[in-house]
Nanobody, 115 residues
Framework: QVQLVESGGGLVQPGGSLRLSCAASGITFSVYTMNWYRQAPGKQRELVASITSGGSTNYADSVKGRFTISRDNAKNTVYLQTNSLKPEDTAVYYC?????????WGQGTQVTVSS
């Protein structure tokens, strides 16, 4: 059974940081492209950051220079370091694993940026 379990969300003040984690099980983690998406209330889900099996990364323009995605294949875990957070970063953040026809989602973790 495939599971993606996110953690690390919470309430943070503007300018603060959070480190999100996504622990995967039931998949050959190292071959998957791992993605972080987010969805704010009333908005469509958007891709925030991606990291391929080879370690190549890609970011949405809105988070470039502030967020960093990384992976630890030994721990079957992908991370999203979020710095200089803004109120507009408030959303539910979802972990996604993609390989060929296989596509899996986590349950999401809430990030709220507010003073």
């Amino acid at each position: 059974q495939v599971q993606l379990v996110e953690s690390g969300g919470g309430l943070v003040q503007p300018g603060g940081s959070l480190r999100l984690s996504c622990a995967a099980s039931g998949i050959t983690f190292s071959v998957y492209t791992m993605n972080w998406y987010r969805q704010a209330p009333g908005k469509q889900r958007e891709l925030v950051a991606s990291i391929t099996s080879g370690g190549s990364t890609n970011y949405a323009d809105s988070v470039k220079g502030r967020f960093t995605i990384s992976r630890d294949n030994a721990k079957n875990t992908v991370y999203l370091q979020t710095n200089s957070l803004k109120p507009e970063d408030t959303a539910v953040y979802y972990c996604n694993a993609h390989y060929s026809l296989h596509n899996y989602w986590g349950q999401g973790t809430q990030v709220t940026v507010s003073s």
